[in-house]
């Protein structure tokens, strides 16, 4: 994993301990290591859906700046509550990875895909961010874009405030050479557990346990 990715990323807010946790034992069972950047928790809306979205935004801004400025060749961006489904599976396509194309990687996502190759290129939107991976050549106009949305009026044609997820989708379709790959199938999951950007009425109860909460979602 280190090997196809030597900077790995994960958002965590810094009072998510237990998210941590969890994260590190996602780790583990790669063998690989990462290192933590500190999520953001904004103050005012600022055009954005929720306070919960704006943090998400800057804070995978923040870690695309922080890859830049590390001068590493490709950055791996995990969000602190991903779940890794099939370790060697993931282990084989990030070696892969190493001899193919690409400037976006998507080791999660939501999308349906015929069986076929394990990496598979796409222009699909893809509705995710909690696990994907950004080249080099890719960190600058992406980091343009996004700290441009900051300072447009939410709806804007060209993209404003949103979902970092959405405003990634929207770079992809305006540079449609950035070649985009993702994983097939999907290997990253997201755990069920109290969420920073959504408001879920179940999320307000601190002691309801995740198995519960996942039952009750159903």
């Not at 809306?45 to 704006?54: E, K, M, Q, S, V």
């Not at 961006?77 to 976006?104: G, H, K, N, S, Y």
Request: with cysteine; hydrophobic share 45%.
């Amino acid at each position: 994993m280190n090997d196809a990715f030597p900077l790995i990323l994960i958002i965590n807010l810094p009072d998510r301990a237990d998210r941590r946790r969890e994260a590190l034992a996602q780790m583990s069972n790669l063998r690989a290591t990462a290192e933590f950047f500190p999520g953001v928790r904004p103050a005012e809306l600022a055009g954005f859906p929720t306070l919960g979205a704006h943090g998400c935004f800057l804070s995978h801004l923040g870690a695309l700046k922080e890859a830049r400025r590390r001068g590493v060749g490709q950055v791996l961006i995990f969000e602190d509550d991903f779940q890794v489904t099939d370790a060697t599976q993931l282990q084989r396509v990030a070696a892969q990875c190493l001899q193919m194309p690409w400037e976006f990687l998507y080791l999660g996502h939501r999308l349906t895909l015929n069986a076929g190759d394990a990496l598979v290129a796409t222009a699909e939107p893809i509705v995710t961010a909690h696990a994907y991976a950004v080249r080099a050549t890719q960190f600058t106009p992406l980091i343009d874009y996004l700290s441009a949305c900051l300072t447009r009026p939410p709806g804007d044609p060209v993209g404003g405030p949103m979902h970092v997820d959405g405003a990634i989708t929207m770079f992809r379709a305006a540079h449609p050479d950035a070649v985009t790959l993702v994983a097939n199938p999907s290997l990253v999951t997201q755990r069920s557990s109290k969420s920073d950007i959504t408001t879920n009425p179940l999320d307000r109860i601190p002691v309801l346990p995740g198995l519960l909460r996942r039952l009750l979602r159903r």
